[in-house]
């Protein structure tokens, strides 16, 4: 490719911009650019001329008309192995541009401190994308740079390469600048489509855009057959598996991945030192201890002593050397924690079978916040809200003579909020800081019951007075019957049955103290 001579800068983030302008200026590349860029670059003492400069016309209209002008245009889209094209430039006077750098108006930004319409429409810009596209399409003679971030390595290359980028550069430059103009029209169609005629906000728009950036091919998908790759959003914040760390052990599988948002997603459930066991996508142990992480995971692998082996676990503490200790023995797949000591690093190291084991650091604290839930099905996709909805249990509606004592309200709390992350139909019996059975994904609620109390009795935990959470309403009695006979005491549930008063009738019967939420956790 040829050598860069003359580079456009218009850029609204002006991060690195003085610094990769004076790298270009030091290279004898001559820059034009507009506003505040080029007072910027003034003020710093790197040689600049202006748009209207080459223009011919003043910026006009707050700064809405500056860059649409065929001197410009031409400059950027102009073949130059095309006579004819070479011809028109030297008779209308159009010099070629051969790098464009230009980022785009902060539309989001204006979205996000809540601007009032008419300042978010005035953020959106026209002539930054114009150009962008522009440069894009003759990305075989104009390099097109978008993102601050890469101007340190395109430097190191114009550098070596005497001022010029190889072809395969330019490629690369080129999609991502299709990239980056997609998302921001993106952003843009999701705003405005979402606003009725009042320009009032509604929930769902007419069309939403979502784009999503490859963070890593897999080896395969849920079946070696299927091919599979991991993507990651930017609308999301908060603890995500997409933003771990990952310190030893292969790369994560496409079952990792959605066993490790599992346990992730369940861990967050507790302010308490908490250790959870997955075992495909369904909690097998989760475990509370005011004692120690290594106790609250002695305590959820009693759980599950056998489903746990091949699991991925997930700490809400940073794991110890006695916890890693507790670990180094058992099959596992993935431990996530916020962070790992040197102690329980080289515990975890400390064999070759042991060095398997992915470890993924990161960050508990902040909420997760945007998005969507996305569901795809044959000819089209279901999008719905997360189901972050949460319950005080000790103002849900009482429905039996007997009201839950304060151990079973705890446990009540528990078991409901690791009931919203098993699949339904879900049925969890638990201690108030404890997992004691679990029945997951069965056609049944009573099936489910059974498959719980059957669970605790394999691994010898006494469900003696304990709580039982149901995702879903009882549709008949029996599964409360099954619960009460196992020595359930206590019930937390959405109600809303037919058979409501037939299935309070019966925890009366058995002395148990009932809650209704009025919310359900399905989890299909």
């Known amino acids: 490719m040829g050598r860069i001579q003359r580079a456009l800068i218009s850029v609204s983030d002006k991060k690195g911009i003085v610094e990769f302008s004076r790298a270009l200026s030091d290279l004898s590349v001559e820059i034009i650019s507009t506003g505040g860029t080029a007072s910027l670059l003034r003020d710093n003492k790197i040689a600049v001329k202006d748009v209207s400069e080459i223009t011919g016309f003043p910026e006009m209209m707050d700064g809405r008309v500056k860059t649409l002008h065929p001197k410009i245009h031409g400059g950027i889209l102009a073949l130059r192995d095309n006579p004819e094209h070479v011809a028109k430039m030297k008779e209308h006077g159009i010099e070629p541009i051969d790098l464009v750098v230009v980022n785009l108006y902060p539309f989001e930004g204006a979205v996000a401190r809540d601007g009032s319409f008419d300042e978010i429409v005035e953020n959106i810009d026209i002539g930054g994308p114009s150009m962008v596209r522009a440069a894009a399409k003759n990305h075989q003679h104009v390099a097109v740079v978008v993102d601050p971030e890469d101007y340190p390595w395109i430097l190191a290359e114009l550098q070596k390469s005497n001022g010029a980028l190889s072809k395969q550069t330019h490629f690369r430059l080129f999609t991502k600048a299709f990239q980056h103009t997609a998302h921001y029209d993106g952003a843009i169609s999701n705003y405005f489509a979402a606003l009725d005629e009042n320009r009032k906000p509604t929930r769902w728009g007419e069309t939403i855009n979502i784009q999503i950036s490859k963070i890593q091919d897999m080896r395969y998908g849920e079946n070696p057959h299927q091919s599979a790759a991991f993507y990651g959003t930017e609308d999301e914040k908060g603890p995500s598996i997409a933003r771990a760390k990952q310190f030893q052990g292969k790369e994560l599988s496409f079952n990792n991945i959605l066993d490790a948002d599992a346990a992730l997603s369940t861990v967050l459930e507790f302010s308490d030192t908490a250790t959870v066991a997955i075992k495909h996508n369904n909690p097998c142990g989760v475990a509370l201890s005011k004692i120690s992480l290594a106790d609250s995971f002695r305590k959820a692998k009693a759980c599950d002593p056998i489903s746990i082996f091949g699991g991925v676990i997930a700490f809400n503490r940073p794991v110890d050397e006695e916890t890693a200790g507790e670990l180094k023995d058992i099959f596992l797949e993935i431990v996530i924690a916020p962070s790992f000591t040197p102690e329980a690093k080289a515990v975890l190291s400390s064999a070759k079978r042991l060095l398997n084991i992915r470890l993924l650091e990161l960050k508990m604290s902040q909420p997760q916040t945007g998005g969507y839930d996305l569901r795809r099905v044959r000819g089209g996709m279901l999008m719905q809200d997360w189901d972050t909805g949460s319950v005080d249990v ?47 994904g069965q056609m049944s609620r009573i099936d489910s019951t059974k498959i719980g109390v059957l669970r605790a009795a394999t691994h010898g935990l006494d469900l003696t007075g304990s709580a039982v959470a149901s995702d879903a309403f009882y549709p008949f009695r029996d599964g409360l019957d099954e619960a009460a006979n196992a020595g359930a005491k206590s019930v937390i549930q959405p109600g809303g049955s037919i058979k409501d008063d037939e299935v309070i009738a019966a925890a009366n019967e058995h002395g148990m103290a009932m809650i209704l939420t009025g919310m359900r956790h399905f989890r299909h």
Do not use: M
Request: charged fraction near 25%; hydrophobic fraction near 40%; proline fraction near 4%.
């Open 394 to 440: 000790r103002a849900c509606k009482v429905v039996t003579q007997r009201k839950p004592t304060e151990r079973e309200y705890q446990a009540l709390d528990f078991a409901w909020r690791v009931c919203r992350h098993v699949k339904s139909n879900t049925i969890v019996f638990a201690a108030p800081d404890q997992v004691l059975g679990v029945g997951a």
